[in-house]
């Protein structure tokens, strides 16, 4: 962003039979306007710089609330996220001819043995794919919590807020 010098433009600009304290006044009240509009794009700008430096990385994400909630960075205290794991021990099937140590034997219906279900990877997970664990000592908005959360989260990513 350019950083401009209002005052430096209009004397550089004018020309220099123009160029006595009178007219510089002058100039410089109608660019009041102007110079705000400046001011508040620069702001603008600064608050888009920041707020892009996060990404949906569970640290950063974390940063970010913590920093929201003038919550410490780590430590007792402050807002962190757990991703979830597998609810189930994944079983994998083999043919007897491939010598895999302990194979698992699957049965037929009629010699009545414990029934061994199978599942694709996508139906092993749970419910979120992230929790996020809030004290019970911050002063919170859940939607306002779930609205940051959404705002650098991966697209698909499910997750649910907990307070601990």
């Not at 702001?43 to 707020?51: A, C, I, R, S, V």
């Amino acid at each position: 962003m350019f950083n401009l010098d209002f005052e430096k433009l209009i004397r550089t600009l004018l020309p220099p039979i123009l160029r006595n304290s009178f007219w510089i006044a002058f100039v410089f009240r109608l660019t009041t306007r102007l110079r705000i509009n400046h001011a508040e794009t620069r702001t603008l700008y600064n608050q888009h710089k920041y707020e892009l430096a996060f990404t949906s990385q569970i640290l950063s994400m974390a940063t970010r609330l913590n920093q929201f909630y003038g919550t410490p960075i780590s430590g007792a205290g402050s807002i962190y996220i757990k991703t979830q794991g597998r609810d189930r021990a994944a079983t994998y099937i083999f043919f007897q001819n491939e010598n895999r140590p302990n194979p698992n034997t699957i049965y037929l219906d009629s010699e009545a043995q414990a029934p061994l279900y199978c599942y694709w990877d996508s139906e092993l997970q749970s419910d979120v794919d992230f929790i996020v664990y809030v004290p019970f000592t911050i002063p919170y908005v859940p939607a306002q919590l779930a609205a940051i959360v959404n705002k650098y989260k991966l697209a698909g990513k499910r997750f649910s807020i907990e307070e601990i």
